[in-house]
């Protein structure tokens, strides 16, 4: 297995470094800050060569916020990277089943998303999930909800998603910035941040930014000739005072606009830091380099973005309000630039997002591999023939250690397992669907090898009644079963999983139905597996027009206890454990 837990333990031991470096930028900061207040004071009282004093002292203020603003962000990540690899660490065990997820964007278009635990609560979107942008999200369960729909597509999807699982590093990295994202986003509301580059807003005309740049020359202008030249200081003096004024008539409007910047920027850079790390690697497969494509204007767009939340910050020092906005008008400059940045790219903005989203929907295919011991990357069917075989394959959402391997190879034909109760014959119907599912997106499944045509699938195996609408189990089952034959009549290749058929009625019902249903769904494009525990029905191998494979599960026993190795094995079962569990359990002794 991965060597998370090593690497953890590295990252906090440099983590415990950079915190005492991070005290030591702070207390600094407050030094210098202080040595800006008190030149300057000396200057006005004393003597104006103490204002190269407050310069320099103001200059080494701003280089070592910069470091210190890196510092921060270096120690903010990688407490995240420690996150993001317990994550991962917790998928190689059942420890990812206690993580609060994250609200599904999308509901259960069809059955088989519930009956295979595609989405909701410990399902696969949760196990591989690694997006947390909201076109992030939106795409992985997408992905999974409607898969791919074509062979190429597929096996684009799978090119790229070999590429990036070689590239770890990449990976792990991009993992880190979109896990960041979340911590970041959970203050803001996201509709309010799509709202702001959607924004439509009263510009600048040229006559007005004529006048603050003639105000702005003349202050800094009579600024230098009164500290210089001995030039009368009253009319700097009151010229600061009409810029402080015209600052303050518009500070409500400013504020509004700058405090939803800063409310942002934190996301905003995230953004940035992920369209960096995108655009900074080499890809080979097109769909790859189509989303490098998309971001390429993005990345200095949102560099430039970058400076102008970095000039607010400066803005919201209260030490600083006044005197920037006295001598350069500094919120009216700041507005301008804003205005200008989102007139220029705000409508791209959602083409960039999007972009992120599938490299991040991408990386959360390719969990699988980081955390698997054992995967491949399925191959798939061109011709017309409907196949589906699978080697060693397991179950992604049971622990590897645990989970027993199964193998199988079908063509279009009827498949029927039997098996006493808890045998596995539901989680392997789930095992062969999920992987199926997997596929079907472009990931790469849990098997050490994996062949398989094109196939629609349907299941009908959490049945529920709805009582509301009068609708029993039994009736509900028959609704999803004329889905499956009615689709059969399309003659699209299609697989089918139905997991003890027609449960809900009397034995003699369930046998007649049951054989009235796996001779309509025995088509010549139609891949059938129906477990029962109605031994009748493996008849039906010898039956001349449906020639059915029978499959089984069986339990054993040691010393007393039923046990299972959960192997599928050829023929139909012979033995019942109904009694030996009612035994173990102690419901009766006899």
Not at 183 to 189: D, G
Not at 279 to 292: E, R
Not at 536 to 546: V, Y
């Amino acid at each position: 297995m991965k060597a998370y837990q090593t690497q953890i333990e590295e990252i906090e031991q440099t983590l415990q470094v950079k915190q005492k470096h991070h005290f030591q930028y702070a207390l600094l900061r407050c030094m210098l800050m202080l040595g800006v207040i008190f030149s300057l004071y000396y200057a006005i009282q004393f003597s104006t060569i103490f204002y190269s004093l407050t310069v320099l002292s103001f200059i080494l203020f701003c280089y070592f916020v910069k470091r210190h603003t890196k510092l921060k962000r270096a120690i903010e990540f990688q407490k995240e990277e420690i996150v993001v690899l317990q994550k991962l660490l917790a998928r190689q065990s059942d420890d990812w089943k206690q993580e609060e997820i994250e609200g599904n964007l999308e509901k259960y278009d069809n059955a088989t998303m519930e009956d295979l635990d595609i989405l909701g609560a410990t399902s696969l979107f949760q196990y591989i999930n690694m997006a947390h942008t909201p076109f992030g999200k939106k795409s992985v369960q997408q992905l999974l909800n409607h898969p791919c729909s074509t062979i190429e597509e597929i096996r684009e999807r799978q090119k790229a998603v070999l590429e990036l699982s070689k590239q770890e590093a990449f990976l792990h990295k991009l993992q880190v910035q979109s896990s960041l994202f979340a911590k970041h986003s959970k203050k803001i509301s996201i509709s309010s941040l799509e709202d702001m580059f959607e924004e439509k807003r009263e510009g600048y005309p040229l006559w007005k930014q004529y006048i603050l740049m003639i105000l702005r020359i003349l202050t800094i202008t009579t600024g230098v000739l009164t500290f210089l030249f001995s030039f009368p200081a009253g009319y700097f003096y009151l010229l600061c005072l009409c810029n402080v004024v015209l600052s303050l008539l518009f500070y409500s409007t400013h504020h509004q606009r700058f405090q939803h910047v800063k409310n942002i920027q934190g996301v905003l850079k995230d953004y940035e830091d992920m369209i960096a790390h995108i655009c900074s690697v080499s890809f080979q497969t097109p769909s790859l380099c189509h989303i490098q494509h998309k971001l390429q204007e993005a990345f200095k767009a949102m560099r430039r973005f970058s400076l102008i939340s970095m000039l607010l910050q400066l803005r919201y020092n209260i030490l600083l309000f006044l005197p920037v906005n006295a001598v350069y008008l500094f919120d009216f400059k700041c507005d301008i630039l804003l205005y200008r940045w989102m007139k220029r790219y705000g409508s791209q903005m959602s083409i960039w997002f999007t972009a992120i989203g599938e490299m991040e929907s991408l990386s959360s295919l390719c969990v699988i591999t980081q955390v698997k011991e054992t995967w491949c990357i399925p191959t798939l069917e061109d011709a017309e023939k409907v196949v589906f075989s699978i080697n060693d394959g397991v179950h992604p959402l049971i622990q590897e250690s645990k989970a027993v391997a199964n193998t199988i190879h079908t063509t279009a034909n009827s498949y029927l397992l039997t098996g006493s109760n808890m045998s596995g014959k539901t989680t392997f119907l789930r095992m062969l669907g999920v992987n199926l599912v997997l596929l079907k997106a472009g990931a790469p499944v849990c098997a050490k090898a994996m062949h398989s045509s094109l196939l629609s699938l349907y299941t009908s195996m959490r049945v529920h009644d709805e009582v509301q609408k009068g609708i029993s189990t039994f009736y509900a089952e028959l609704l999803r079963i004329k889905e499956m034959v009615t689709y059969s009549s399309k003659q699209i290749p299609m697989i089918v999983f139905i997991d003890e058929i027609f449960k809900g009625t009397n034995s003699i019902d369930r046998i007649y139905c049951a054989k009235e249903v796996i001779k309509a769904l025995h088509q010549p494009w139609v891949i059938t597996f129906v477990s029962t525990h109605d031994f009748e029905l493996c008849d039906l191998a010898e039956d001349p027009f449906i020639q059915a494979k029978n499959y089984h599960f069986e339990e054993f026993y040691e010393e007393d206890k039923i046990c299972f190795d959960y192997q599928l094995k050829d023929g139909k079962c012979t033995t019942t454990n109904a009694r030996a569990l009612m035994k173990m359990i102690g419901l009766f002794n006899s």
